[in-house]
Nanobody
């Protein structure tokens, strides 16, 4: 079992930055691939970024590539999402997820554990 708690969301102007954190508790955090997803109001949950268990491999959605950076600190059991040059269309609830999948999974079904989400609102 892995419990995930996101933090760091908030209201920011377009062009600004936020850093989301996801604190994990439970066993073997370093064994899990971690991902970030987001869900805007009235839309389906969509993939944002994922990072391998060791942190050496990352993969991003085209919509955030070059603006967002996913990283992890296995000693602290935390995964981060640094979001720069934010746009109004980035407004959503952001969720972190953990899964034992080896591949760079971009579908929600590949992840076993989810946090409760944190709201990010980008004003124009």
């Amino acid at each position: 079992q892995v419990q995930l708690v996101e933090s760091g969301g908030g209201l920011v102007q377009a062009g600004g930055s936020l850093r989301l954190s996801c604190a994990a508790s439970g066993r073997s955090f370093s064994s899990y691939r971690m991902g970030w997803f987001r869900q805007a109001s009235g839309k389906e949950r969509e993939f944002v970024a994922t990072i391998s268990w060791g942190g050496k491999s990352t993969y991003y959605a085209d919509s955030v590539k070059g603006r967002f950076t996913i990283s992890r600190d296995n000693a602290k059991n935390v995964v981060y999402l640094q979001m720069n040059r934010l746009k109004p269309e980035d407004t959503a609830v952001y969720y972190c997820a953990a899964g034992l999948t080896v591949v760079a999974a971009t579908t929600a079904g590949k992840y076993d554990y989810w946090g409760q989400g944190t709201q990010v609102t980008v004003s124009s």
